[in-house]
């Protein structure tokens, strides 16, 4: 018979998960062997918990799903800040922990990693609330509760936690094991037929009477596996869209319909703002998160623009909710049966204005116009918390280049470690992070790991030797902003990289002559690009106050 350990890595390898990201430990010795052991998966042993959670959240967003492994207490909750991140970005993740003994829990024996009361259950809740939907697993419970949350966590499209004490671990399953399927076969859920037909009767009905109809979709349309359905819906309609900074590299930006970012009085270009405000209808696709730095600091107006919404498992037009309706089945419908548009608005990709001569000091308004002409079609493009995002979200992209950001968890540090999860994902693709110091200091340990594995990104550290994106939100001068110096082009041979490109850059000239050696270099890249503090600027008082509302307000 199967083992308990064995059979849920061997069951998550149906969903087509690869590898398996986290750091060993004693109570998840049966769980680390079994990946071990497991001929469908591919250990990588990060630097820390929190990077292996990292890493699992950018392995899931380019895969579907991912796994993640921690032992009891110290480790888990060390990794609770990335499955938390996971959770606010709809990413499936498996954290699956390994806990002491039920006879040691049973006698109360104080062990370590614990709080030395003899309790044992102190964690769960905690890591549970990480998570969308959670078990204890048992020989006896195995089969079912997995299958529960397989289904749970493709349904919520959040993470799942599973603890299993070590002897049930290596104990035999009880149940008749199941052969699942991959995570693109998975049904997230089956909607109501006549809620279903009633729905899209209704939008149909709405979108006949528009004229100036503009759709905005979001990741959640990634999530839940409905992008073809989107695209066909477009190809229909031939409305314009737009995309906002979090659901950035959702849909290709060279599509002829694409607008560019919606996010209030911070759209780019300017016109898209209009284009979406003045609208007589907006098709808000998977449910828009109106966030403060996604909506140009609470500055958009479609609480004032006729919506319709067309959420995971809902859609609401005027005063009308259906419920019990998937996205997916919601779009395939619609693809067949929305009116098409009487006009087509195409819009052009813009490219940022080259500035900036080989003897100049690096700013932002020469390194990103540098940047966007070096992607190429098939890069994937991971943008770091903090000022880097803010330019980069702005940035057209070239045809097939995929995007990752975090911009609603907001966590500093997450972009380094993801860089390794979306590599490993997808190996044919070049990735490229774009990473603040700051931040980085926070995670560069696993700059080693990708070293051990081959992983080879192109890796681009803005040095400006403080938290600059705080220094934005803030007051400049703050000796907490303040960072270590460090000659970050050094880390990887000091982490064991091998063939290696790594620079600084301290001219415009030294860019462009790292970016075309990047390009042709066969092996990771690492260039440091030094950036003055000025390019930090702070924030208007009046500006930060609305970010924070700290102020007595003005009577």
């Known amino acids: 018979m199967i083992k308990v350990a064995d059979y849920v890595i061997n069951r998550l390898a149906d969903l087509g998960i690869d590898h398996a990201f986290g750091v060993p430990g004693d109570y998840s010795f049966p769980i680390d062997d079994a990946i071990e052991l497991n001929s469908r998966i591919k250990w990588v042993v990060c630097s820390n918990e929190l990077n292996a959670a990292y890493a699992a959240d950018g392995y899931a967003r380019r895969r579907g799903a991912a796994l993640l492994t921690t032992t009891y207490a110290v480790g888990e909750l060390s990794a609770i800040n990335g499955v938390m991140g996971a959770k606010a970005h709809r990413v499936p993740v498996f954290h699956v922990v390994g806990a002491p003994s039920t006879r040691i829990q049973r006698r109360r024996l104080v062990t370590h990693h614990s709080l030395g009361d003899g309790t044992y259950n102190n964690f769960f809740n905690v890591s549970a609330a990480s998570a969308g939907v959670f078990a204890h697993l048992t020989p006896d419970n195995v089969v079912s509760e997995l299958e529960r949350l397989i289904r749970e966590a493709f349904r919520l499209s959040q993470p799942a936690y599973m603890l299993i004490p ?8 009880r149940q008749t094991p199941v052969k699942g399927t991959r995570v693109a076969s998975i049904t997230r859920g089956k909607s109501s037929p006549s809620e279903l037909r009633a729905a899209v009767q209704a939008i149909v009905a709405r979108m006949k009477k528009a004229r100036r109809a503009v759709v905005l979709p979001t990741f959640h349309v990634g999530r839940y596996q409905a992008k073809a359905e989107l695209l066909s819906f477009l190809q229909r309609t031939r409305l314009p869209f737009a995309l906002t900074d979090m659901d950035k590299g959702l849909l290709d930006e060279t599509h002829p319909q694409y607008l560019g970012i919606y996010g209030g009085k911070s759209s780019y270009p300017a016109s898209v ?3 979406v405000e003045r609208s007589d209808l907006l098709l808000d696709i998977g449910g828009v998160i109106r966030e403060d730095f996604n909506m140009g600091l609470w500055t958009d107006r479609l609480g004032k623009v006729p919506r319709i ?3 995971t498992d809902y859609v609401e037009v005027g005063d009308l909710t259906f419920t019990g309706v998937q996205i997916r089945d919601v779009l395939r419908f619609l693809a ?11 819009a052009s990709p813009q490219l940022f204005p080259m500035r900036g001569s080989a003897h100049d000091q690096i700013t932002a308004d020469s390194f990103y116009p540098r940047l966007q002409r070096f992607l ?5 493009l991971v943008a770091e918390t903090g000022t880097c995002m803010l330019h980069l979200a702005k940035m057209w992209l070239p045809t097939n280049v995929g995007y990752e950001s975090q911009l609603l968890w907001g966590s500093i540090g997450w972009a380094t470690p993801t860089t390794l999860g979306v590599a490993i994902a997808e190996p044919k693709r070049r990735t490229i992070l774009v990473t603040g110091d700051g931040s980085h200091q926070l995670t560069a340990t696993e700059i080693g790991v990708m070293g051990r594995y081959g992983i080879n990104p192109i890796v681009i550290v803005l040095n400006n030797g403080l938290y600059g994106v705080e220094d934005v939100i803030s007051e400049r001068g703050h000796v907490y902003d303040d960072l270590a110096g460090w000659n970050y082009h050094t880390l990887p041979a000091a982490m064991g990289c091998r063939d290696w490109f790594c620079t600084r850059i301290e001219t415009v000239g030294d860019l462009e002559l790292a970016l075309e050696e990047a390009r042709n270099h066969n092996g990771g890249c690492y260039l440091e690009v030094m950036i003055p503090e000025t390019e930090s600027q702070p924030l208007s008082r009046s500006a930060i106050d609305n970010i924070y509302k700290t102020n007595t307000p003005r009577a």
């Open 166 to 173: 070590e002897d049930f671990a290596r104990m035999p399953i």
């Open 273 to 275: 703002a209009s284009a």
């Open 309 to 311: 919404t067309i959420g």
């Open 336 to 346: 067949r049966l929305a009116p098409k548009a009487r006009t087509v608005r195409r």
């Open 376 to 380: 190429r079609p098939g890069d994937t």
